[in-house]
């Protein structure tokens, strides 16, 4: 409401994309141990599947992925191109890998997220789904769940539950700051 009456604050899209590389490294870096214990310690498992804390590479591109997919319903056209365009080549900066190579595995994992969540298009659900499979959970099931090649609905519930605390509030961002 005061934004509005004073005007949105400006923020440059290199500073915002720059921004939230740096928020989603720490959400991960911070964030996962919980991931990992909430998978580690899920009684719906018959063998642990001893996820490693330690093991963020993939779950950071599945936070980053997820990121970029609300931002594109939300931020406008145009700029939610070339927001993703910034945030992956920050990110691979940051990682230390390949433009192209966090690029294609971003992609992927974004096709893979929609395919895999058809025909819902909720973020948080599509994440703890793919997180399932990147870390191939499957195995770990009881026979009727590991042979449907499909995740217990009830680990999959506490997992979404804590994937909502890795996505940014794009519409919050898009209405208290005008992107330049």
């Given amino acids: 409401m005061i934004a509005t009456l004073f005007g949105k604050k400006k923020i440059s899209e290199e500073k915002l994309a720059n921004v939230f590389v740096n ?3 720490e959400l991960t870096e911070e ?3 919980a991931v990992a214990a909430e998978i580690n310690e899920s009684p719906e498992f018959l063998v642990n599947p001893a996820v490693a804390e330690s093991d963020t590479d993939a779950f950071a591109l ?3 992925a997820g990121n970029l997919m609300e931002a594109q319903r939300i931020l406008g056209p145009g700029l939610d191109k070339r927001m993703s365009a910034l945030a992956i080549s920050k990110f691979a900066q940051a990682s230390g890998r390949s433009n192209a ?3 294609v595995e971003v992609r ?3 096709s893979q997220m929609e395919r895999l969540n058809f025909p819902s298009k909720n973020t ?4 703890g789904k793919v997180l399932f499979h990147r870390y191939d959970l499957f195995c770990f099931q009881d026979a009727y769940f590991r042979e449907m090649k499909a995740p217990n609905p009830i680990i999959l519930k506490r997992l979404n539950g804590l994937m909502g605390y890795f996505l940014w509030n794009w519409t919050e961002v898009n209405e208290q700051y005008r992107i330049v």
């Fill in 101 to 103: 190579e966090v690029e």
């Fill in 108 to 110: 992927a994992l974004q």
């Fill in 31 to 33: 964030g996962f141990p």
């Fill in 23 to 25: 928020a989603v490294l």
């Fill in 62 to 64: 599945i936070v980053l």
């Fill in 124 to 127: 948080v659900y599509a994440m």
